[in-house]
């Protein structure tokens, strides 16, 4: 069985750019989660889908953050314009039940 | 909400020995403690879990313990090897939510 899919793994851009990371969840699962994870931290929700639907977007910084979920499978989060503390890693999740999550391996963003 | 600490944040033993990862949590409602494994480069990755209702579960090498009362779980690690060596988090979530909330995570070296 094929995991979370990532792209790209790795992204540099310069500050006031914007950026876009692509997820593609495990087939079947239905819920796909956005993580923040910071050097030396815990990953941090950013938003939640069921489905199509933005179920839990309470931790996305909305002003700058955007993202969505056509037809309910693949996902992309957007950054625009980024800022230097947006450097980070972002991790796409996904889940069948609400307890077992199947992590990507991760954007890792730097912000020049 | 939900708060999660975790300690040591490093944590270094010899092959052959023992490794404890202790976590506290704060919502008394949490109900389902999850605990991951990330290696460099890739997403965490689960690797055992316990339910409110069980005080201790055990896989192998690995067993996770949960005091309900002291809000307290601890991830226990016997006869560790090279391998072993990641990033281990502690997490927490209510039943039926989907809002996991992670520790700031253990560096555990396995020195051979």
Redesign the interface.
Known sequence: EAG?VQSPRYKIIEKKQPVAFWCNPISGHN?L?WYLQNL??????LI?YENEEA??DSQLPKDRFSAERLKGVDSTLKIQPAELGDSAVY?C?S?VT?????????TRLTVT | GEN?E?HP?TLSVQEGDSAVIKCTYSDSASN?F?W?KQEL??????II?IRSNVGEKKDQRIAVTLNKTAKHFSLHITETQPEDSAVY?C?A?K??????I????TRLFVKA
């Open positions: 979370v819920t989660y030396g931290q815990g990953p941090e929700l939640r179920v839990d991790l999740a889940s609400p307890n077992e999550q199947y992590f990507g391996p991760g | 999660v975790q944040s389902y999850p991951y480069g890739k997403g965490p990755q689960l879990d988090f997490a979530s039943n039926g939510g989907f809002k996991t992670f520790g700031a995570g």
